[in-house]
């Protein structure tokens, strides 16, 4: 329960920040599609966190700027969201401002490439819990990242995997990340931003709780089953402008919960 609140006071976080830059809210959730070959097409919403996870990726200090704007709202552990009731954090401002630091600190990292075998396994959970109405890593069989992963591939080096509930947008599912507020670890910030993963997958679909959920994949390299080895040599870093709404800690796999957990 203490994340859960956690997670709720740093989405809001992102929602005041969204406030601050005027920016528009997110395109209604479309789940990706699958080609009769097994190809996946991102779906826009899916797109847009690719792209707000990237962004992070290439500029780092951006988004410390965005974080910055969000202190005249907080007093000691209470944060006060202009026009919206107080919320008790886990950290209050400190976690936001280490999420600064980190950034400001942070070296820029290529953009993430789509990786076909990533997208499979992330959609692959979200149907199970679409489903199931389930929340959480495990899947069927209490099934992990790394079973779910076998059927579509191998990766190469680390694997890591990132899930939010909620009708969210990309930028506030980023954030939220970003700041991690409760988290010790800080592992969904040093996950998205790690130059040891270089490819991800990514799925948005249904949850009949939470609206919608978001799955991220990441890996250091993954081969597609009958397919050559996915890297980021290739990868075009994306434009420097702001989408509409809008990718480690190494191996440990936490999840963020929603705004309404």
Aim: aromatic share 6%.
């Amino acid at each position: 329960m203490k994340q859960q609140v956690v997670s709720y006071a740093a989405l809001l976080c992102a929602v005041c920040l969204l406030q601050i830059l005027n920016r528009s809210s997110a395109t209604p959730a479309q789940n990706n599609s699958i080609k009769a070959s097994n190809e996946i097409t991102l779906s826009t919403r899916e797109q847009d966190v690719l792209n707000e996870v990237n962004q992070a990726r290439l500029h780092p200090s951006d988004y410390a700027s965005y974080l910055e704007g969000l202190r005249p709202f907080f007093k000691d552990k209470e944060y006060t969201p202009k026009g919206q009731s107080t919320l008790m954090t886990n950290e209050g401002w400190d976690a936001v401002e280490d999420a600064i630091r980190f950034l400001r600190a942070a070296q820029p990292q290529p953009a993430l490439m789509v990786s076909n075998g990533l997208c499979l396994a992330a959609l692959a959970h979200v149907k199970d819990q679409t489903e199931t109405g389930a929340t959480g890593h495990k899947g069927a069989n209490n099934g992990l990242i790394e079973e779910r992963l076998k059927p579509f591939g191998m990766w190469q080096g680390g694997v890591g995997e990132n899930l939010s509930y909620g009708n969210e947008s990309a930028r506030e599912r980023i954030l939220t990340w970003l700041i991690d507020d409760g988290v010790s670890s800080r592992g969904h910030r040093i996950r998205l931003l790690s130059a040891d993963y270089k490819v991800a997958g990514l799925s948005c679909g249904q949850h009949p709780k939470f609206g919608t959920m978001c799955v991220i994949t990441l890996a250091g390299g993954f081969v597609d089953q009958k397919a050559q080895p996915v890297t980021n040599t290739q990868t075009k870093a994306p434009s420097n402008t702001q989408t509409k709404v809008p990718a480690s800690s190494p191996k440990t796999k936490t999840k963020r919960a929603a705004r309404r957990f």
